[in-house]
């Protein structure tokens, strides 16, 4: 089983700018992540855009329905910023996707830092895309959530279900 | 769903001692571990010991799955050193645990050290015993093997299937 | 020999808060630097502020220079945001604080990152502290520079003798 | 003024090897902790040899002597396992390396683990190695030593005046 990873940014992949003293978008951090988790699995790589989902536009997200419909591979993760991640869950199921597994995560804290959630949540989400039936999840705080049925709370920065 | 997390040791948990320059086992990391995944899982910690799986004794092995089918969880990760998981997971399997869906995983590298593929195999196994039919598994490299179909390359230090 | 750290912020006690996806203060990191670093060395800790120095105005620097001259201790470090710890090194200067070796320091990332540069500067200042002659130095790229011979190159970020 | 670092291993420079589950060397991280520091200092790096201090023969130490007598710079940085460093601070100032300032350090926790102080000291160290006056010194703990005045307490891992 091959796994296609679309690379959106969110925090997942911000990092420090000493310079200007501003988080910013450089080089996705996805392929090292996978190299320290000593991950075999089958895995191509896309970059799709580097942005905060704050500052998703319906194009955006549209280019990456588009991806997640073309791509070849029926098993597909999509990190992603953690504030609009269930939009984007629900535009991919409103497009009809079918046959395809695709899980959404995304980070607390950029894996740049030390005490990122990052790591944990990739594992999560690379484990329940090979073991879920097709359809649209999101995977965060070692859970699952189908694309209707979760919220992303603002207060705690959990996921739960709706 | 209740998981209960079965921690044995292994690399997972090694420590570095710096009056002796050895490594050595103090408590556990998996609780902290959680944490910095911000996970919402309801789980139970139980340690059942602290020791690299090449000390394992067959007597260690039966407690192991002593805890395993006694404890109330249909859902247990077990925290193990790689070199003799599969044993583990074999003895496991030949004791009938039935019912229940048991996930053996470890780590490579010390959580403690920074390059730790520990964070990552923990997300990993936590996944796949929510999603996995009962029976006996082992989640290392992001993938999940039967118990009776894998085994540990000791060259590569991977898993693979048999 | 005592030595006091008066500090006031500055990239070195930055954090990521996951709520907003901003940089802000919290409490200072120093002590837990210290306890990593095995320093032995008799230190008193007071935090003056916790500000970014661009927002640092001339009321701030007079309060700095204010627990300076007035703290027991002839050994002062000062852990500062780097783009305006000249400014606060010359208003030390100034204000003639005599008998006292002052050392000025920050960080280019913040410790809370895995990549900080703070551990290695705050090494090197406390050392300096303990050897150089009384007057006000900043301590910055394992160097020293007196108050009066340093700027900070915005290009590059290293401090450079002028 | 430049700067060498005798590199000759301990703990500082100690990795984890994954497929035997010991410590061993490998490649210096002295270089990279110096690019983290963000040093600007003029250093030429040379690895003597790579061995637990604990392991160091009489030949050992004669070499790390040689060394530091026939480099060209008069400051010298040397990274050293602290179990013997007092040992090679002695055989250094009975050689009588004249008009050379040496600073021995080392570290209680690999760089390699998160939690080491080995950037803390090297901070230090070259701090101290920049302003002493001619002698052989030890840097630990964020204080330093004379040659003849310090021994490590195995007890607690620090370094004292004696």
Same mark, same amino acid.
């Given at each position: 089983?091959?796994? %296609?990873?679309? @690379?959106?940014? !969110?925090?997942?992949?911000?990092?420090? /700018?000493?310079? +200007?003293?501003?988080?910013?978008? %450089?080089? +996705?951090? $996805?392929?090292?992540?996978? %190299?320290? !988790?000593?991950?075999? $699995?089958?895995?191509?790589?896309?970059?799709?855009?580097?942005?905060? *989902? $704050? /500052?998703?536009?319906?194009?955006?997200?549209?280019?990456?329905?588009?991806?997640? %419909?073309?791509? /070849?591979?029926?098993?597909?993760?999509?990190?992603?910023?953690?504030?609009?991640?269930?939009?984007?869950?629900?535009?991919?199921?409103?497009?009809?996707?079918?046959?395809?597994?695709?899980?959404?995560?995304?980070?607390?804290?950029?894996?740049?830092? !030390?005490?990122?959630?990052?790591?944990?949540?990739? !594992? *999560?989400?690379? *484990?329940?895309?090979?073991?879920?039936?097709?359809?649209?999840? @999101?995977?965060?705080?070692?859970?699952?959530?189908?694309? /209707?049925?979760?919220?992303?709370?603002?207060?705690?920065?959990?996921?739960?279900?709706?």
């Amino acid at each position: 089983m091959r796994i %296609r990873i679309l @690379v959106t940014g !969110g925090t997942f992949d911000k990092e420090y /700018d000493e310079l +200007t003293g501003r988080l910013y978008f %450089r080089d +996705t951090h $996805l392929p090292e992540m996978l %190299r320290r !988790g000593r991950s075999m $699995l089958d895995i191509q790589f896309e970059t799709v855009m580097m942005i905060d *989902s $704050l /500052d998703m536009t319906d194009a955006d997200r549209a280019r990456i329905v588009s991806r997640a %419909r073309e791509c /070849d591979e029926r098993a597909i993760v999509i990190s992603h910023g953690t504030d609009t991640m269930v939009d984007t869950a629900k535009a991919l199921a409103a497009a009809g996707v079918s046959g395809k597994t695709i899980v959404l995560t995304g980070a607390m804290v950029p894996y740049a830092f !030390g005490s990122s959630d990052g790591l944990f949540n990739l !594992g *999560s989400a690379l *484990s329940f895309v090979q073991v879920l039936t097709p359809d649209v999840y @999101v995977a965060m705080n070692g859970q699952h959530f189908r694309w /209707d049925a979760c919220r992303k709370n603002k207060t705690t920065g959990c996921f739960e279900t709706v």
